[in-house]
């Protein structure tokens, strides 16, 4: 249309899975109009191996992704590529996700896991639990112990203020990536004023949790926090400003807890509706751990192979962030297009991950068993990227990983995981994707 261009055609709610719609019916690759804004959108095929070429494309930090740089500035996920604060807080920090420094990590978040059933156990009687309500509780308080040495109390309240402050900040910059200004200001007004209050909160809690730091009210310990404090850039010799660290700390908030909590809820939705996966999963569990109850030791993760293809499958059809950008360094084609320097590529994964002629005619379905290791080895290695690709991959990559396959083991070893009659899948969008008014009923084993 005229000045609009598509944008009546996108949905401002769930605009990742509505450019899925779009790749269904328009192909591989396309273009979209929003506003005079031209977007080329990739959905799967050869075009996604191109896109994936380091040496032609980059990270692309453009709305939504760029509308998050009001809270999180230059942090890990939204500096643009030229910042340097950018290079130096991932030349500090990737030793901080090192197999060494993971197997510090694992104490705390089996208490946090623990903690979770010890809260569902207290709940039982009282109905299906909020399961994506309940997994946000427990990845931010893993990441707020582990990372930064500080406890949300997560499961000692039904609200958190905090929590609530980041979904709306994260609805917020989702839904503006694709609406008119216009309309914002007259239909979308409240969000408006009240996105401001909720990053000066966010900035806020995090100022606090490096203030305890610095002054002593939270312990010295060997965590995200201490090595930002402490450890100069290894190229640069300096150390992070306070600026960045503040940066990397609602990075880490926002991006370690949210992405993992909607990957554990889809996990269990799958489970809940499989029985035979999760009798398969105990199996393994129990060949591994025991039968005993007794905690999963460190080593032991790794040895969970199902429950972690489990995990992979999950992100296969939900990825976490469920597309990224892309632009080209210099002049270049995309599948025969002429593309310019700069050109900005929106690639779908959740149509990439569902593309048959990668994952085969039943793609829509979930099955662990595509994580097999002959399956890995005979597909391309474009049609798999939950964590992003390149340079700017997902540093905390393995912490995920970890995080998931442990929470989801130890879940299956305390409770039987029940659907609620009725329930279809419906997805919500804020960057990261959940399940929509997800409820499960957890019987104690």
């Known amino acids: 249309m005229p000045v609009i261009g598509d944008a009546l055609r996108l949905d401002p709610k769930r605009p990742v899975q509505r450019e899925m719609e779009f790749v269904r019916e328009l192909g ?3 273009e ?37 740089r009001e809270l999180a500035g230059d942090g890990l996920f939204t500096a643009f590529n030229r910042e340097p604060a950018w290079a130096q807080a991932h030349n500090v920090l990737m030793p901080a996700f090192s197999q060494l420094s993971m197997r510090s990590y694992h104490d705390a978040m089996t208490q946090c896991v623990d903690e979770l059933c010890d809260y569902w156990t207290d709940q039982a009687g009282r109905g299906p639990a909020d399961i994506s309500s309940d997994m946000n509780r427990l990845t931010l308080e893993v990441i707020g112990r582990t990372g930064f040495g500080y406890s949300f109390d997560s499961f000692d309240s039904e609200r958190h ?17 694709n ?29 606090d949790v490096i203030a305890a730091r610095r002054d002593g009210t939270t312990p010295r310990q060997d965590d995200l926090l201490q090595r930002m404090l402490e450890h100069p850039d290894p190229d640069t010799g300096g150390l992070l400003s306070d ?36 009798d398969k999963a105990r199996a393994e569990i129990e060949a591994v751990i025991g039968r005993d109850g007794a905690p999963i030791q460190f080593e032991q993760v790794a040895k ?11 992100l296969r059809l939900w990825p976490s962030g469920p597309a990224f950008f ?20 929106l690639v779908v994964l959740l149509a990439l991950h569902r593309d048959r002629r990668l994952w085969g005619e039943n793609a829509e379905e979930f099955d662990p068993d595509r994580f097999l290791p002959a399956a890995v080895r005979a597909r391309p290695a474009h049609a798999y990227k939950p964590f992003g690709v390149g340079a700017r991959a997902c540093i905390g990559r393995q912490f995920a990983l970890h995080e998931a396959v442990l929470a989801l083991s130890r879940i299956l070893m305390r409770f039987d995981v029940v659907p609620t009659p009725g329930y279809e899948l419906s997805v919500s969008e804020l960057l990261t994707i959940r399940p929509e008014k997800l409820r499960l009923h957890l019987r104690t084993r």
């Open 161 to 177: 203020e905090f929590v609530e402050a980041m979904t709306r900040v994260l609805s917020f910059a989702s839904k503006a990536a």
């Open 304 to 314: 969970l192979r199902y429950v972690r293809r489990i995990v992979d499958e999950t």
């Open 179 to 207: 609406d008119v200004p216009i309309l914002r200001e007259i239909f979308g007004w409240k969000a408006l004023r009240q996105n401001p209050k909720d990053i000066a909160l966010l900035k806020r809690s995090v100022d």
């Open 243 to 278: 600026a960045s660290i503040r940066n990397q700390v609602l990075t880490f908030l926002i991006a370690g807890h949210e992405t993992t909590a909607g990957t554990l809820s889809f996990a269990l939705h799958y489970l809940s509706l499989n029985p035979e996966m999760v």
């Open 28 to 30: 591989d690759v396309f």
């Open 32 to 68: 979209i109009n929003i506003v005079g804004s031209k977007l080329i959108v990739v959905g799967g095929g050869a075009a996604a191996a191109e896109v994936f070429d380091e040496s032609r494309f980059a990270k692309a930090v453009v709305p939504p992704v760029s509308n998050l």
């Open 326 to 345: 892309r632009k080209a360094r210099a002049d270049t084609t995309l599948s025969g297009y002429q593309l310019g320097k700069g050109a900005t590529i």
